[in-house]
Every structure is written in structure tokens, then in C-alpha cells.
């Protein structure tokens, strides 16, 4: 097999890897679970928020869950009611879920009062490793001072690990940069990760995460998915381009057929010789009586110009007994 046709399987390959891995997620806690804490007993979460920065004054949120309910049955999980594009995968595969809207969130903070989109999925078992992911967008009012609020519900006792990551180019503001303040922070050199763990909440309690950053933007925010576009119709010209050179060469490479020399002798032919020639059609014998009986011509005429044309070699003759077969050469 070519090179360039093994390039469908490679892509196919990754992005069935791809679909084959969301879903299978390790418990992020590890062997750091409380003191009598069991992983087989424990509901964890694992939520990473990711907000990407569009512009001085909006961004949108992309939030993912990793989770495990230490119960069987039925569970139900408290969304922003402003939360798009929801998905749910069980083992890398869509599970069904229901949603129930305009649910309004009780809250033990002062001035906050949400309304929440619950979603309801059943059949639920303490091995089930599901991930959720939604997106929501922000609008600042700020200037140049942002503060990202998230919020969550636990829909058990569990333990709980979030993961802020800040927009690219991103700086933590003066202290108090995050509430609660238990939180830690890290930097992989281009984002900034706040992390709040290992906390222990009863289902039902409204529990905001908030952090404070400030960042410097360009007047125009990039657009990946243009971005993207633009790459992706650059390497399938690459990729056709190569197709199309390679199949080239193999046609330039292939020798040509050589060509079937005509007989000199075919121009001295006559009118009926000619016409003789025509009826003795290439790949099968035919007698010199059908020959007869075809062209017209009477039995001494016929074996003269058979003579003739055997003598230039554009017929081969055989002989069986009373009966002679022709054929072309």
C-alpha cells in the first residue's frame, strides 16, 4: 500500500482514539482521600472550567465534569440556567439525560439567586465514571479588572476538586484573588490554574468560586475557529496536491505500448483482396468456404487471392484434410 493511502487510516485512528478516551478518567484524588475515606465509598468531582478570553469585556467558559455517585439509582446535577451546548458520555458514549429548566437555586449567600437548569439521569451505578461538559459566556463591566464567578451545587456528600484556568496572557490580581480563599494556583508558562480540593460539602449547598484577574488584550480577539478552517483547507490542498503528483509520475513512469507496425504490402492490395482481408476477422478461424459463400467471388478467385495474401502475411492458412482455415496475422 502507498504512503499517501495509509493517511485515511491515520486520521481515522486518531479521532476514533480521540472518541474512545473521553470518558475513561482517572480519580483525580488518587490515594490523597480523608482519613477513612475510601475511593469505592466516596462521590467525586472533578470540574476544570476553562475561560477563554473574546474580548475587554466578555469570554466564554468551557466547563467540563469528571464524576462518580456513590449511590445507585437516580442522580440529579444543578446547572447555570444559562449553561449551552450540554453533553453527557458514559465510557466514551452519549448517555441519555433530563433536563428541567427554570429551577430556582436556594442559596445561603446574601443577594444570590439563581435560576438553575437541573438535569435528571437515572439508572446511575457506583462504578458509572460519566463526563458532562457545557459552555456558558460572561459579560465584564468592570474595565479591565475581571472577576469570574462559578458555581456549583453537589448533588452528594462528595469531594470536590475545582480547576480555574485562566484566559491566556492573564495576571491574578492584588489579594484577595480568589474566594474561598483555600484555594492554590499554579502556571504551566502560558495559563494560570486556580485549584480548590479536597473539600467535603452536603448535597443541596450553593457553593461560588470566584477569581479575580486582569489581562492585556488585543483590540481584535483571534479567531481560532477561522484559524482552523483556514489550516485545515491548506494541508487538504497539500495532501491532494501529492496525490495528484504521485499519480502522475506513475503514469509518466509507465512505458507506453508499443505500436503494431502496418504490413507494407497492405497498399498493393486490390479492391476484392481488400474486401477478402475484411471478412477474416482477427482471434478465430474461418473456412475458405465460408469465405466463398460471404464474398461473392467464385472458388478460383478466391483461392488466388488467399495465395496472395498468405504470400504477404497478412493470413495464415492450415490445412485439414479437404478444408482449409484462415485466419488474420
Known amino acids: 500500500m502507498k504512503s499517501w493511502a495509509i493517511l485515511p487510516f491515520v486520521v481515522a485512528s486518531f479521532f476514533l482514539l480521540l472518541s474512545l478516551s473521553h470518558g475513561i478518567t482517572q480519580n483525580p484524588f488518587g490515594a490523597n482521600l480523608p482519613g477513612g475515606?475510601?475511593?469505592?465509598?466516596?462521590?467525586?468531582?472533578n470540574i476544570t472550567n476553562t475561560i477563554t478570553q473574546q474580548s475587554g469585556a466578555s469570554a466564554t467558559s468551557s466547563?467540563?465534569?469528571t464524576f462518580i455517585y456513590n449511590g445507585t439509582g437516580g442522580v440529579n446535577i444543578t446547572l447555570p440556567s444559562y449553561?449551552?451546548?450540554?453533553k453527557l458520555f458514559l465510557t466514551g458514549?452519549?448517555?441519555p439525560f433530563s433536563e428541567i429548566p427554570s429551577v430556582r437555586c436556594n442559596s445561603f449567600v446574601i443577594n444570590l439567586s439563581q435560576t438553575c437548569t437541573v438535569l435528571e439521569i437515572s439508572n446511575v451505578k457506583s462504578t458509572d465514571v460519566f463526563i458532562l461538559s457545557y459552555s456558558f459566556s460572561t459579560t465584564y463591566t468592570s474595565g479591565a479588572q475581571f472577576n469570574s464567578t462559578f458555581i456549583f451545587i453537589p448533588f452528594s456528600p462528595t469531594l470536590l476538586r475545582i480547576v480555574t484556568v485562566l484566559p491566556q496572557g492573564a495576571f491574578l490580581s492584588s489579594a484577595p484573588y480568589y474566594n474561598p480563599p483555600t484555594a492554590s494556583f499554579s502556571s504551566n508558562g502560558q495559563?494560570?490554574?486556580?485549584i480548590w480540593s479536597l473539600f467535603q460539602y452536603t448535597a443541596g449547598a450553593i457553593l461560588p468560586f470566584t477569581v479575580s484577574y486582569s489581562d492585556s488584550l488585543p483590540n481584535q480577539a483571534p479567531q481560532p475557529t477561522t484559524s482552523y478552517i483556514i489550516a485545515g483547507a491548506i494541508v487538504a490542498g497539500i495532501i491532494i496536491s501529492l496525490i495528484i503528483l504521485m499519480r502522475s509520475k506513475r503514469r509518466a513512469a509507465a512505458p507506453s505500448p508499443p505500436k503494431k507496425r502496418l504490413?507494407?504490402?497492405?497498399?498493393l492490395l486490390s479492391e476484392?483482396?481488400?474486401k477478402a482481408l475484411k471478412l477474416i476477422k482477427r482471434g478465430r478461424y474461418i473456412t475458405q468456404k465460408e469465405l466463398i459463400l460471404a464474398s461473392g467471388f467464385s472458388k478460383s478467385k478466391m483461392s488466388k487471392m488467399l495465395s496472395k495474401l498468405s504470400r504477404f502475411k497478412l493470413i495464415k492458412i492450415?490445412?485439414?484434410g479437404k478444408i482449409n482455415k484462415i485466419k488474420r496475422t
Open 37 to 45: 475515606v475510601s475511593g469505592a465509598d466516596a462521590a467525586y468531582i
Open 63 to 65: 466547563v467540563e465534569y
Open 83 to 86: 449553561a449551552t451546548g450540554i
Open 93 to 95: 458514549q452519549p448517555y
Open 191 to 194: 495559563n494560570i490554574e486556580v
Open 263 to 267: 504490413n507494407p504490402f497492405r497498399k
Open 272 to 274: 476484392d483482396e481488400e
Open 318 to 320: 492450415q490445412s485439414l
